[in-house]
Structure formats: structure tokens, C-alpha cells
């Protein structure tokens, strides 16, 4: 089995800055994408950044300049660098993970999600 678990969310102000990370931990063979989504109230899941194995990014129109994402491979972990946070990316923030486990199988893992609140 394969744990994703999330940390770093929390109520900040507008303009402000979080980090999340998502560690990985179990029966790990190799991670290959690594995403982070959001879900606000009301809305469905969303992506909000992607990274491949070989660090190749990817970012939703709303967070591009914004938000850095990037992994350390050894630490099979995943950041989301949020700065010039905005009360409209106040969501649950859950990461994903696209794993080959030991046992050669594939499939996505979530995390249980960290919740991230922007004041006005």
C-alpha cells in the first residue's frame, strides 16, 4: 500500500505565502507524476500543478506566476510554493501521485487533503 500525506495548509492573508508537501510513503517502486488539486466549496477538483519524474512543470491559467511546484525524488515528496495567495484559491488542496508499486501494479494515490483559507 501506498500513504500520501499532505501538510503546510492554514488561514493566511491576502498577498501572503504557504508551502504545502506531500510525502509519500509505502510500496513505492517509482512515483511518475506528481500533481497537486484544489476543491472549493461548491466547485468541482481541479488541477493546479503537475510535475513529471524529470521535473517538466505544468500550471493552471489561474496560479501561473504564482505557485512553484517541485519534487524531491529521493524524498518521494511533492511542494506547492503558493505566494501572492489570493482569497479566491481558498480551497482543500489534495495531492496525487501516479505509482509503480513493488509489486509491479499501477495507480493513482490521493492524499487526505489540507485545507488552505485566504482572508480578504
Known amino acids: 500500500q501506498v500513504q500520501l500525506v499532505e501538510s503546510g495548509g492554514g488561514l493566511v492573508q491576502a498577498g501572503g505565502s504557504l508551502r504545502l508537501s506531500c510525502a509519500a510513503s509505502g510500496s513505492i517502486f517509482r512515483i511518475n507524476t506528481m500533481d497537486w488539486y484544489r476543491q472549493a466549496p461548491g466547485k468541482q477538483r481541479e488541477l493546479v500543478a503537475h510535475i513529471t519524474s524529470a521535473g517538466v512543470t505544468n500550471y493552471a491559467n489561474s496560479v501561473k506566476g504564482r505557485f512553484t511546484i517541485s519534487r524531491d525524488n529521493a524524498k518521494n515528496t511533492v511542494y506547492l510554493q503558493m505566494d501572492s495567495l489570493k482569497p479566491e484559491d481558498t480551497a482543500v488542496y489534495y495531492c496525487?501521485?501516479?505509482?509503480?508499486?513493488?509489486?509491479?501494479?499501477?495507480?493513482?494515490?490521493w492524499g487526505q487533503g489540507t485545507q488552505v483559507t485566504v482572508s480578504s
Open positions: 496525487n501521485a501516479d505509482v509503480f508499486t513493488d509489486n509491479y501494479s499501477r495507480r493513482d494515490y
